[in-house]
């Protein structure tokens, strides 16, 4: 059975950083893209960031420049750096993984969640 699990989330302040983490099990995803999403109270869950099979990296407008994505195949992780946080970065991050080589912008393009990590960033 495949999972996915979060990590790091919490409440900061604005400016501040937090490194998100993201663990796979019950296979292997070195082969595949994996990617970052987000969800606030009451809007649809949005693109953050994914990351390719061979490393390559797409973020939304709004995190380019303060978050990166990253990815350990030998640990099976993925992790999301974010700095200089802002209230409006607040939200459930969640963790996704396609059984593509390349990842998507939409929601509809993985196969595989996690459960989510709350996120809070005060002003």
């Known amino acids: 059975q495949v999972q996915l699990v979060e990590s790091g989330g919490g409440l900061v302040q604005a400016g501040a950083s937090l490194r998100l983490s993201c663990a796979a099990s019950g296979r292997t995803f070195s082969r595949n893209a994996m990617g970052w999403f987000r969800q606030a109270p009451g809007k649809e869950r949005e693109f953050v960031a994914h990351i390719s099979w061979i490393g390559s990296a797409n973020y939304a407008d709004s995190v380019k420049g303060r978050f990166t994505i990253s990815r350990d195949n030998a640990k099976n992780t993925v992790y999301l750096q974010m700095n200089n946080l802002k209230p409006e970065d607040t939200a459930v991050y969640y963790c996704?993984?396609?059984?593509?080589?390349?990842?998507?912008?939409?929601?509809?393009?993985?196969?595989?969640w996690g459960q989510g990590t709350q996120v809070t960033v005060s002003s």
């Open positions: 996704a993984a396609t059984d593509g080589l390349f990842g998507y912008t939409g929601v509809r393009g993985y196969d595989y």
